[in-house]
């Protein structure tokens, strides 16, 4: 093997979900086991997204162009991924002039039209799965695998890898906002953090209002994530903003969620389920009052729920409606109630699990080095 270090090259896609997940791969790869790497990415991923892996001198960035993709709005996401057929061409050009200096080429769920590209290389392709396990087997129709093995997924033969979280470390964000300093002046474990995501996912005016009503009833502290194009105040049912002002804000740009998480007013999280916010959740020991619109963050919060003991479910009415009422039972709960306190325990031990799993020794850094191994391998 020559002294030029093994690279790999990938293509995350746009929204910061998946693309978080990405660099914070990218900068695990190039730390832990001295990869280059290339992040493949249409030019509406802008410099300030780029900056996230700034830190690390042996991430690259190249530009993929496709002139019709690159003209539409980011919030068009699906025609994006329709129209993947059109990345196909200029991203075999780039691999191509890569030649053979990769090993290995790792690409977003979204993206699998672009495996065809990488495979005419024949570069070893990789899906990096940005959502849950349960929620990979769905998409490999786990219905089916069931009928035809007996094996549990854990014991299959390297179909997958489990390497998460991939989520970034508290002193990975930089900088302290406002919402931080008000954190600080409220007592330890008495703030619920409240957020529905990156992309802003909007309950309806009048459910965003139930849940204001039912945040205000239920008396406690909390940090409420509410973007909006235009004033959100309007959002809100009127004087809420002023009668809770003594123990709530409202947050109207793009917050510091894992500085959040981890800090020590905060006690639980109003959530949509994304699966970054999940795993923030859990590597940072806060249960979840789940409250999934979309996607599959309905069986994310099946599994926070039912399976793994971390989350308190408000009572749905028809159409996933949540009143103010149930609301206000869900936060009450997870505060003063008995389910609260057997969450908050539950959250204490699954965070220690992921401190473990992180760990140098620990199973998702051990399976990674499986993984790399293999590629250092190809590169030598
Ligand atoms: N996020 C953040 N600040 C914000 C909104 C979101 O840091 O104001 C981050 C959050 O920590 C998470 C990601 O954006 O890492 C959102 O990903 P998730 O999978 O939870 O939801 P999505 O936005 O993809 O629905």
């Known amino acids: 093997m020559g002294s030029r270090k093994p690279q790999i090259a990938m293509f995350p896609s746009w929204g910061m979900g998946h693309f978080l997940p990405f660099v914070e791969f990218a900068k695990r790869m190039s730390i832990h086991h001295g990869f280059a790497v290339l992040i493949i990415t249409p030019p509406a991923v802008k410099a300030d997204i780029r900056s ?9 960035f190249v530009d993929l162009s496709a002139p019709h993709l690159d003209s539409l ?23 191509g ?24 290389l024949h570069n070893p392709t990789y899906v990096l799965s940005t959502d849950s396990a349960s929620n990979l087997c769905l998409k490999f129709f786990y219905d089916t695998l069931d009928s ?118 905060t006690a639980g999280f109003v959530s949509h389920c994304g699966w ?22 309905k069986t994310n919060a099946f599994f926070l729920v039912n399976e793994i003991g971390l989350g308190i479910e408000p009572e749905w009415g028809p159409n996933w409606w949540v009143g103010k009422d149930e609301v206000e039972k869900a936060v009450k709960e997870l505060m003063e109630g008995e389910k609260g306190r057997k969450v908050s325990m539950r959250a204490a031990e699954l965070k220690e699990s992921a401190r473990k799993a992180l760990a140098a020794g620990g199973s998702s850094m051990d399976i990674l080095a499986v993984v790399t191994a293999q590629w250092k391998k190809k590169a030598s």
């Open 73 to 95: 709005p980011m919030t068009d996401l699906p025609t994006k991924f329709a129209a993947m057929e059109e990345y196909k061409g200029p991203l075999k050009d780039v691999l």
């Open 276 to 297: 970054n916010s999940t795993l923030e959740s859990v590597t940072n020991g806060v249960p979840i009052v789940p409250w999934p619109v979309r996607a599959e963050q």
């Open 52 to 60: 996230l892996a700034s830190s690390v001198p042996d991430i690259r």
């Open 148 to 265: 035809q093995t007996t094996e549990s997924l854990k014991d299959m033969d390297g179909p997958i890898y489990p390497i998460g979280p991939l989520i970034r470390s508290p002193d990975a964000v930089h900088g302290k906002s406002e919402c931080l300093n008000w954190l600080d002046r409220q007592p330890d474990s008495s703030v619920m953090y409240v957020s529905f995501g990156s992309m802003n996912w909007f309950l309806s005016p009048d459910q965003t209002r139930e849940l204001a009503l039912g945040l205000e009833a239920s008396g406690h502290r909390f940090l409420w994530l509410l973007k909006g194009d235009n004033d959100v105040s309007a959002l809100l049912p009127p004087g809420f903003e002023m009668r809770t002002r003594d123990r709530g804000i409202v947050w109207t740009s793009w917050a510091p969620q894992i500085p959040i998480l981890s800090h020590p007013a």
């Open 97 to 120: 002039s890569l030649k053979d200096e990769i090993s290995a080429f790792v690409i977003d769920f979204f993206c699998a039209a672009l495996i065809e590209s990488s495979a005419a």
